[in-house]
């Protein structure tokens, strides 16, 4: 019994120990505060720094020059192109030959039938000559039978009074009369001979001049495709070592201007229109010119239709192929009493609302300035600036909605 009193008066755990010392539960706390701190603290640092550096990116934008506002014709579209002429021919023989000889060379004005070159004939004359021969022979064969048939004649009249006289028989009458008329026969048999050498002498002289290359018009010689010695035909043959062509001429009266122009902006152009033309030889030549077909056909590859312009002065420095920046103009614009003339012209997209009043952003030194505008009506695709803006001006046409007044910006290139 006293042992079972021991057992149940051991030492019980203490609870007690298991306790946080309450200067170490606050001292915890201040840490986890401390951290969160420090977090919230770099979070306002980066987010400042992103702010800052936004702020001093510099935005890109695109600028336009204010153009002059002329008293003319507006415009409605530009386009380019190239100087075609109508009428470009590459003369070629029409028949397969040697070169002999070359009468002409590149920038030559030649006349129509002007012989540019001659090709060995020496074949076909031969074969001309041979009809000739033949043709010959044949007229004298006729002539013979003439001969024959003026006797045969003086026999059958003899025949035919000794018949009458009966001193003669039928039989010799017949004979007579047979043989001339199988001489008249043979003498009708060769006139057809001869109209048939005749024919096959106009062959052979066809070949004879289609050895002779001559120009189809009148122009002016921009290439020269061959030489003496070179052979030349009408089809590519001999791996390349074969000319298909003898020259190539153009006549510069029928010169004209081939451009493309968007098949959205078609409906702007109509035949007869004043077109304005500007060689990109001559920039400061400004040449009337006006719309002469627009081909009824459109390029589905590059929506595209093409249209023809004729000049109205053609000048020798016009030449084949140049570059050429056209202008089609519109009617001329009508005046209103007491309306301020435009002084400039700009893309619309330039043209910003600012609470109301119509506002533009030009650049200066890499810096945009903010200048008020007043507004006009549309010519073409441009707007009239009546007051605010001069020509030559930079709009900015595309850029952030927030540009501020003396902000520096870098344009696009």
């Given at each position: 019994?006293?042992?079972?009193?021991?057992t149940?008066?051991s030492?019980?755990?203490?609870?007690?120990?298991?306790?946080?010392?309450?200067?170490?539960?606050?001292?915890r706390?201040?840490?986890?505060?401390?951290?969160?701190f420090?977090?919230?603290?770099g979070?306002?640092?980066?987010v400042?720094g992103a702010?800052?550096a936004?702020?001093?990116?510099?935005?890109?934008v695109?600028?336009?020059?204010?153009?002059?506002?002329t008293?003319?014709?507006?415009?409605?579209?530009?386009?380019?192109?190239?100087?075609?002429?109508?009428?470009?021919?590459?003369?070629?023989?029409?028949?397969?030959?040697?070169?002999?000889g070359?009468?002409?060379?590149?920038?030559?004005?030649?006349?129509?039938?002007f012989?540019?070159?001659?090709?060995?004939?020496?074949?076909?004359?031969?074969?001309?000559?041979?009809?000739?021969?033949?043709?010959n022979a044949?007229?004298a064969?006729?002539?013979?039978f003439?001969?024959?048939?003026?006797?045969?004649?003086?026999?059958l009249?003899?025949?035919?009074?000794?018949?009458?006289?009966?001193?003669?028989?039928?039989?010799?009458?017949?004979?007579?009369?047979?043989?001339?008329?199988?001489?008249?026969?043979?003498?009708?048999?060769?006139k057809?001979?001869?109209?048939?050498?005749?024919?096959?002498?106009?062959?052979?002289q066809?070949?004879?001049?289609?050895?002779?290359?001559?120009?189809?018009?009148d122009g002016?010689?921009?290439?020269?495709d061959?030489?003496?010695?070179?052979?030349?035909?009408p089809?590519?043959?001999?791996?390349?070592?074969?000319?298909?062509?003898?020259?190539?001429?153009?006549?510069?009266?029928s010169?004209?201007?081939?451009?493309d122009?968007?098949e959205?902006?078609?409906?702007?152009?109509?035949?007869?229109?004043p077109?304005?033309?500007v060689?990109?030889?001559?920039?400061?030549?400004?040449?009337?010119?006006?719309?002469?077909?627009?081909?009824?056909?459109a390029?589905?590859?590059?929506?595209?239709?093409?249209?023809?312009?004729?000049?109205?002065?053609?000048?020798?420095?016009?030449?084949?192929?140049?570059?050429?920046?056209?202008?089609?103009?519109?009617?001329?614009?009508?005046e209103?009493?007491?309306?301020?003339?435009?002084?400039?012209?700009?893309?619309?997209?330039a043209?910003?609302?600012?609470?109301?009043?119509?506002?533009?952003f030009?650049?200066?030194?890499?810096?945009?300035?903010?200048?008020?505008?007043t507004?006009?009506?549309?010519?073409?695709?441009?707007?009239?600036?009546?007051a605010?803006?001069?020509?030559g001006?930079?709009?900015?046409?595309?850029?952030?909605?927030n540009?501020?007044?003396?902000?520096?910006?870098?344009?696009?290139?």
């Open positions: 019994m006293a042992q079972v009193s021991t149940s008066n030492v019980k755990p203490d609870l007690g120990s298991l306790r946080i010392d309450e200067g170490k539960r606050r001292g706390n201040t840490g986890k505060m401390l951290g969160a420090a977090a919230i603290l979070l306002a640092v980066i400042t702010v800052f936004f702020r001093n990116q510099t935005p890109v695109e600028v336009a020059a204010a153009q002059k506002a008293a003319g014709r507006p415009t409605l579209l530009n386009a380019s192109g190239y100087v075609t002429p109508r009428r470009r021919a590459t003369v070629a023989a029409k028949i397969t030959g040697r070169v002999t070359v009468f002409f060379d590149e920038g030559m004005h030649v006349p129509q039938g012989v540019l070159a001659r090709l060995d004939d020496s074949d076909v004359r031969r074969a001309f000559d041979s009809a000739v021969a033949d043709r044949t007229e064969q006729s002539a013979d003439q001969v024959q048939l003026k006797n045969a004649e003086i026999e009249h003899r025949a035919q009074e000794l018949q009458a006289a009966g001193v003669q028989s039928q039989q010799t009458l017949d004979n007579a009369r047979t043989t001339a008329d199988s001489l008249r026969a043979k003498i009708a048999l060769t057809q001979q001869v109209a048939a050498s005749e024919a096959r002498i106009q062959e052979a066809q070949a004879v001049n289609n050895c002779v290359i001559r120009a189809p018009f002016i010689i921009v290439s020269k061959a030489q003496v010695g070179e052979m030349v035909s089809i590519s043959a001999g791996g390349g070592f074969t000319r298909t062509g003898i020259a190539t001429i153009v006549d510069m009266n010169n004209e201007i081939e451009v122009v968007n959205a902006y078609i409906a702007r152009v109509v035949p007869g229109q077109v304005t033309a060689l990109d030889a001559y920039p400061d030549w400004q040449i009337p010119s006006k719309v002469r077909t627009v081909i009824p056909t390029d589905r590859q590059k929506a595209t239709v093409k249209v023809r312009i004729s000049f109205l002065e053609l000048d020798p420095r016009i030449l084949p192929d140049m570059g050429v920046k056209v202008t089609f103009l519109g009617d001329a614009p009508v209103k009493k007491g309306e301020a003339a435009p002084s400039a012209l700009i893309p619309p997209d043209v910003r609302d600012d609470n109301g009043k119509k506002i533009v030009i650049v200066r030194d890499g810096r945009v300035e903010r200048r008020a505008v507004t006009g009506g549309m010519r073409g695709a441009d707007l009239e600036i009546l605010g803006l001069n020509a001006d930079s709009v900015v046409v595309k850029g952030p909605g540009l501020r007044d003396g902000q520096a910006v870098e344009i696009k290139k």
